[in-house]
């Protein structure tokens, strides 16, 4: 992805050089959280996505006298990730900002806090590639709208994967719900919703590596299977522009990934099956999965669903993370 795609982000202004005077104080620092993400929701693979409440990550950034980035710690992540700034999908993509805007003699010191499962499918790379985009961008007073960071985070998610997808980078930038119209060139919507729509999402406690996920994909579809498809995006993004909830249920099906990569997931179909019983409007992979998630019309359903389905991978011997939220429209913040 070329840095020139900026320009191609709708209703955003391209990042210009930032002056090296008056701008990054030795010394100053910010804490940024930036939210995880559900991408794909079923139907939408690799164009749609949205951002949550929680989980998410956390990064803190300061200011020092010697030009360069360093990262001095990681937590939450069990030793897992790269402290090498050449390694850590945080530090590149922000090395990539800061060429961009002309800044390459700022130094920089980054802590990354993991507050969300690496390898969850909701977006753990991205969240913490748009925490330090977001942290750099604000130290730096730089005024052009979040969205112009997305070319960057994508490098981010260039490293993590393999692939520079924008499902969960967009959402968790812009906050809300995204459709990602276009790739070359770069053109991103943001969607509405009802605001009455709620998220169960369930993490089981499997490894489902993204790189992996994604290579299992079917590269041919049939001509009746892609129509099917578009037709069930399309029903879905008709149904969060009319604020009609039964229509997006009925609209998030998903013919061409789930039915290979729901055989990575411990008894997908059963807890598709408990949630619908329950109330459920929709149940899907999130992401690359291994997490789960289903919409609803309120909270406590929501709730229930994500209570009972932990309680199905605790009887097969499957721990799990649960999580309920609405759609977050705010994308990252400081802390």
Not at 73 to 96: C, E, M, W
Not at 188 to 201: D, F, Q, S
Request: hydrophobic fraction near 40%; glycine fraction near 10%.
């Amino acid at each position: 992805m070329k840095d020139n795609n900026l320009k191609n982000i709708k209703n955003t202004a391209t990042i210009t050089a930032l002056p090296s005077e008056g701008r990054g104080v030795v010394g100053q620092d910010i804490h940024v959280f930036a939210p995880a993400t559900v991408a794909n929701v079923v139907c939408g693979f690799d164009v749609l996505g949205f951002a949550v409440n929680e989980p998410g990550d956390e990064v803190v950034m300061r200011i020092t006298n010697k030009p360069g980035i360093t990262i001095s710690k990681i937590t939450g992540d069990d030793g897992r990730l790269p402290l090498d700034p050449a390694k850590n999908t945080v530090s590149v993509s922000v090395q990539h900002y800061l060429n961009s805007v002309c800044r390459e003699d700022i130094g920089l010191d980054i802590e990354l806090h993991k507050k969300m499962p690496i390898g969850s499918g909701l977006g753990s790379s991205s969240a913490s590639t748009v925490a330090g985009l977001f942290a750099i961008k604000t130290l730096l007073g730089d005024e052009t709208d979040a969205a112009t960071l997305l070319p960057f985070a994508m490098k981010g998610e260039e490293m993590a994967c393999g692939h520079g997808h924008a499902d969960n980078v967009a959402p968790a930038l812009m906050g809300g719900f995204v459709l990602i119209r276009s790739y070359e060139p770069l053109d991103v919507v943001r969607l509405p919703h009802p605001a009455g729509l709620y998220c169960a999402i369930v993490f089981p406690d499997v490894d489902v590596p993204t790189r992996e996920a994604r290579q299992i994909i079917r590269k041919n579809i049939q001509m009746k299977d892609a129509v099917i498809q578009w037709g069930n995006i399309a029903g879905l993004v008709s149904g969060l522009f009319m604020n009609d909830i039964d229509l997006i249920g009925r609209s998030m099906k998903d013919i061409l990934v789930e039915p290979v990569r729901s055989m990575l997931i411990p008894d997908f179909y059963r807890m598709r099956e408990i949630a619908m019983s329950l109330g459920a409007v929709s149940f899907g992979i999130s992401g690359s999965g291994p997490s789960v998630f289903a919409f609803t019309k309120d909270e406590e359903t929501a709730r229930l669903i994500t209570k009972k389905l932990q309680a199905h991978l605790t009887s097969i011997k499957i721990g799990s993370n649960i999580y309920v939220s609405t759609i977050n429209d705010k994308g990252p913040r400081v802390l």
